[in-house]
């Protein structure tokens, strides 16, 4: 008779949730041979930038991470030397997001939805509004904003717009670990699958184009029929060769 090992502690199953999820990162950072000085500093800083946006002061921050103010006020001036490096790609995905906070709410008011992002700096978020209307993605009603397309395309092959879309697919991969591993409520849909198989290049190719296409068709058309009780929610669709070479092949 064999006996089932016993239930990791809540503490333990977040510690090893946390690892699995940071194993994309971090064979991303063996792969550049990225020095454990600038991967801890990365770390850092994200998780700085986290808190930082979620509206604490610096103090708060270091009662949170259980470190000196001292010691966060470093990690703020940090990021404030990488700002530059993410300006670009952030302003695109704050368009993202105003566009879904309008969708999902309707028509709002210019003044209310530039003051609803916290973290970010109005103005900014007043620019990327302005933004959206001169690209015609808004439409302006007075003073209120409504959504004058169903589909925002945030595709392009820049660097900034490339980053976003990977920014936008990892917040859907941790909103399904979050709610298949943390969140109690038994009736969330969450779904992760996996499919492993061989395919010629130009069958693969034809299954991206053609799954892809149906699956925008059938979102943009359920997205349509929303009532008011509708939840927002998101599906992360990814399909690729296996990489070749190292890191992916061991080495014999």
């Not at 309008?102 to 028509?107: F, I, L, N, Q, T």
């Not at 595709?155 to 717009?161: K, L, M, Q």
């Not at 936008?168 to 709610?179: A, G, K, M, N, R």
């Not at 298949?180 to 849909?189: C, E, G, K, L, S």
Request: net charge positive.
């Amino acid at each position: 008779m064999t006996t089932r090992a016993p239930a990791p502690s809540p503490i333990d199953l977040r510690l090893r949730l946390i690892a699995l999820a940071l194993e994309p990162g971090l064979t991303l950072a063996r792969q550049s041979a990225l020095p454990l000085d600038d991967l801890q500093t990365l770390v850092a800083t994200g998780y700085f930038r986290q808190w930082r946006a979620r509206g604490l002061s610096l103090r708060g921050i270091a009662r949170v991470l259980h470190k000196s103010l001292r010691t966060v006020a470093t990690l703020s001036s940090k990021t404030s030397d990488e700002a530059a490096l993410r300006d670009a790609g952030e302003r695109i995905t704050l368009r993202r997001k105003l566009a879904a906070r309008v969708a999902e709410r309707g028509p709002s008011e210019r003044a209310a939805l530039a003051g609803s992002f916290r973290g970010v700096r109005r103005a900014s978020v007043d620019a990327e509004i302005a933004q959206l209307l001169d690209e015609g993605v808004f439409a302006s009603h007075g003073s209120a904003i409504s959504l004058a397309t169903q589909y925002l395309d945030l595709v392009g092959e820049d660097v900034e717009r490339r980053l976003d879309s990977l920014r936008h697919f990892l917040e859907s991969v941790t909103q399904v670990i979050y709610q298949r591993f943390v969140a109690a409520d038994p009736n969330a849909v969450a779904l992760a699958r996996v499919l492993s198989f061989r395919a010629d290049p130009d069958q693969l190719a034809r299954l991206r184009d053609d799954q892809y296409a149906a699956l925008r068709e059938a979102v943009v058309a359920v997205d349509a029929r929303a009532s008011e009780d509708a939840r927002e929610a998101s599906i992360a669709y990814c399909i690729s060769e296996a990489p070749r070479g190292f890191p992916w092949t061991q080495r014999s």
